[in-house]
Each structure stands twice: as structure tokens, then as C-alpha cells.
């Protein structure tokens, strides 16, 4: 157990609709990272936060929004879902930030597999 | 721009046997830090290793061991005497020590282990 929590472990919905996926990270760690897994792409790095600010962005659609809230869990919201939206969602935490004491090693929640009918 | 190669898609051996996984990787960051992660068929991805570029020693933990040669820019994972708990997706990682901290993942390693 990473100690990284997703939520919820499995979503099914249809075209067009709009879902948020929840994350909150291991205790003590500020830095909270979206990834998608899909078979075509693989794992696709989306978005960083850290401490409730956006601090990098990967390949994330803009139908994709995710923040970072006081209390430090995120969430991703995908909006206007289409047939090629279906995946795994990762979340993964770390400790800090590049330049305060390096990268560290990012620890990876249980995933959210989201399929759109 | 970083890049990660797993040419391996999959790999099946007998239990007991030893396995590599290789791992080739491209970037132009000079300090950087790899990894490997193992994703077993419940599909968690499970951190087991992370090592600096400034750092070529190779590390052994158990069964497994990991050897970085920077010269030829490879980071490759044994398992000796394999065991079927073993079996998983197996992901070689990059991501640069200063800057935007995403993982670059390869595209992953399919290994099976047979009774």
C-alpha cells in the first residue's frame, strides 16, 4: 500500500458526460501528479500541483481540469467524455519539488479505470 | 527531449530461471534519475527503484538487481530465480532532477512467469 488514495476505483459513463476523480496523497507529501493509462499511449504523463498550485503540464486535454485543494487532495475533472477518454487514471504524491531538494521518487495510488460507453 | 525504450514487449520464462529486462533511455538533461516500476495484474504501479545518473553502482535487493551504464545509456533489471509472484508489467521511468518532475515511462515490459 503506497498509502496514495483514489477514488472511486471504477467509473462507467456515457458520451458527452462530465466525472471528477479524487485523490488524496500519502501523508506528509505537498507534490500530487496525474497520469493517464491507455493502451495506444501508455502512461501519459498530465499535470502536476504542488502545495495547491499548478507547477506542470503534460499532454492534458482541455476538456481535462484538475486543482488542488487546501487540505491537499486533488481532483481531475473530465468533461465532454468521448469513446477515447477510456483509460486508467493514476494519481501519484511526492515529497517536494525540483530545486528545493530534487526530484523524488513519486508514489502511485491504485487507479481509477474509467470507461466511457 | 527524453525518451524511454523498453524493446522488450514481452517475456515469458520458466520459474526458477533468471530474466532481464532491458531498459535504453535518451536525454539531454545532465543529472537525472531512473526508475522502475512494477505493475502487477490487480494494476497498481509499484515503486521498486530509483537511481541517479551520478550514481553508476549497481544495486542488488534480494532477488533483483539493476545495472546503469551511463556510457551506452541502459538501465537494465535482473530477477534471478524467478517466481511467479513475479509475473507483472515491468515500466522503466526518466525524469530530470531540476525542473518539471513527469515521469517519461517506456512503454513496458509484459513478463510472465511459468510454474
Known amino acids: 500500500d503506497s498509502g496514495v488514495t483514489q477514488t472511486p476505483k471504477h467509473l462507467i459513463t456515457a458520451t458527452g458526460q462530465r466525472v471528477t476523480l479524487r485523490c488524496s496523497p500519502r501523508?506528509?507529501?505537498?507534490?500530487v501528479y496525474w497520469y493517464q493509462q491507455s493502451l495506444d499511449q501508455g502512461l501519459q504523463f498530465l499535470i502536476q500541483?504542488?502545495?495547491?498550485?499548478?507547477?506542470a503540464k503534460g499532454n492534458i486535454l482541455e476538456r481535462f481540469s484538475a486543482q488542488q485543494f487546501p487540505d491537499l487532495h486533488s481532483e481531475l475533472n473530465l468533461s465532454s467524455l468521448e469513446l477515447g477518454d477510456s483509460a486508467l487514471y493514476f494519481c501519484?504524491?511526492?515529497?517536494?519539488?525540483?530545486?528545493?531538494?530534487?526530484?523524488?521518487?513519486?508514489?502511485f495510488g491504485p487507479g481509477t479505470r474509467l470507461t466511457v460507453l | 527531449a527524453q525518451k524511454v525504450t523498453q524493446a522488450q514487449t514481452e517475456i515469458s520464462v520458466v520459474e526458477k530461471e533468471d530474466v532481464t529486462l532491458d531498459c535504453v533511455y535518451e536525454?539531454?538533461?545532465?543529472?537525472?534519475?531512473l526508475f522502475w516500476y512494477k505493475q502487477p495484474p490487480s494494476g497498481e504501479l509499484v515503486f521498486l527503484i530509483r537511481?541517479?545518473?551520478?550514481?553508476?553502482q549497481n544495486e542488488i535487493s534480494g532477488r533483483y538487481s539493476w545495472n546503469f551504464q551511463k556510457s551506452t545509456s541502459s538501465f537494465n533489471f535482473t530477477i534471478t530465480a524467478s517466481q511467479v509472484v513475479d509475473s507483472a508489467v515491468y515500466f522503466c521511468?526518466?525524469?530530470?532532477?531540476?525542473?518539471?518532475?513527469?515521469?517519461?515511462f517506456g512503454q513496458g515490459t509484459r513478463l510472465t512467469i511459468n510454474p
Open positions: 501523508s506528509g507529501d505537498l507534490s
Open positions: 521511468a526518466l525524469t530530470p532532477i531540476q525542473g518539471a518532475q513527469k515521469l517519461v
Open positions: 501519484a504524491s511526492s515529497r517536494g519539488l525540483a530545486g528545493m531538494m530534487g526530484a523524488d521518487t513519486q508514489y
Open positions: 536525454t539531454r538533461d545532465t543529472t537525472y534519475y
Open positions: 500541483y504542488y502545495n495547491g498550485e499548478e507547477r
Open positions: 537511481r541517479n545518473s551520478f550514481d553508476e
